[in-house]
Every structure is written in C-alpha cells, then in structure tokens.
C-alpha cells in the first residue's frame, strides 16, 4: 500500500491493487478470472484507466504487461530476504487466504492465482514459499533489461523512485501505510463477495 500510494503521489493517477479489486468486485471481478486464465484483453480492460499497478494480481502477470508495455519501468520491491518477507506474508495475506476457505468462489480465486503465479498448492509451506519468493526474484532480474528494472525496498524512500522516473523528489518523509496491525484490521472489515455477482 505504501508504494501504491507514493505511485500515486508521483504519477498523478490510479495504481491498481489487491484493495482497489475489493473496492470493483462487481466491474473487475470476472475479468480477472479471464486473465489469470491468459485473455490479455481482459487485462487491458481492467487497467485500461489506471497509470501503474502493484500487488496480486496484477504483478503475477508481469512478464505478459512488461511485454505488452515496453517503456514502463518494471519495479521490483523486496523485503530485503525470503525469510523477512514470509514473516510478513504469513501474518497477513496467507493469513486471509486461510480464513477465506469459507468462500468457495473466494478460494477458486486465490486458487486461480497461485496456479498462475507458479507457487501453486506449495504456499502455505514456509520453505516452498521462500524458495519461490527468491526464485521468482532472480527470474524478473534475470528477464527484465536493466535500463527499466528498478529494484528498491520501502526502506530507500523517495530518491530511488524519483531518479527511476525522472521525477523530482517530494518534501516529506516516504509514505509508510498498512503495517500489520493495520492490514489485519483492515481484513476483518466485511467485503463484497465474488459470490454476490458472479
């Protein structure tokens, strides 16, 4: 959320994210479902009004978008190791992707995602997760031209972003939103269902 909302500060315009699907369930919902199933025009319709995009969905299907824009930067934010990112991701969003087994149509979409992404039936193991995370980290390194790729954690703020995009460095600290406590807060908050518009 924090880089969302700093694109956003910098671009002047929309960053799709996880949050923002929650927000369009009923506009985006299905699309998605054509997209992680490779309708790429599927994909362009749901970012069509959008200037950048983070987060799942949208950065399981980097390589497609990567292909299909050529002169945008391609970020890559990390959490500095396998071990700190599964530490955070397992309090959070593997956290909510347990809880929402309830929800059939829910599960068929965290499945689909985690089908695509490559991680499959292997994410709620630590080991096979931070395995994947540092796989999936040397794969975009090794894919993606230097000369667009940047590579930046939270920690680095502003300057990194800025210098990437040409764009002068705002006055004020980076932006930092949704830490844990706020996420899990957040999660707990009732949401329009895929099921009541599927």
């Not at 997209?35 to 949208?58: C, M, N, S, Y």
């Not at 292997?122 to 040397?138: I, K, L, N, V």
């Amino acid at each position: 959320s924090s880089l969302r909302d700093a694109l956003e500060q910098l671009l002047g315009g929309g960053c799709y994210h996880m949050a923002r699907l929650f927000d369009r369930v009923k506009t985006d919902g299905l699309l998605w479902f054509q997209a992680l199933d490779g309708d790429l025009d599927a994909l362009d319709q749901i970012l069509a009004d959008w200037v950048a995009a983070v987060d799942w969905p949208t950065s399981i299907l980097w390589r497609e978008l990567a292909e299909r824009h050529p002169e945008a930067l391609v970020l890559l934010s990390h959490r500095g190791s396998a071990e700190v990112w599964w530490e955070s991701a397992d309090a959070t969003v593997w956290a909510a992707m347990r809880r929402s087994s309830d929800d059939p149509l829910i599960t068929a979409f965290n499945d689909k995602m985690l089908l695509r992404s490559g991680l499959g039936d292997r994410w709620d193991d630590p080991s096979s997760a931070r395995a994947f995370y540092e796989q999936h980290f040397a794969e975009v390194i090794d894919t993606i031209s230097p000369d667009r790729l940047l590579v930046w954690q939270p920690s680095e703020g502003w300057e990194p972003l800025c210098a990437a995009l040409g764009l002068p460095v705002p006055e004020g600290d980076f932006i930092h939103t949704n830490d844990r406590a706020e996420f899990q807060s957040r999660m707990a908050e009732p949401r329009v269902s895929p099921r009541d518009v599927l």
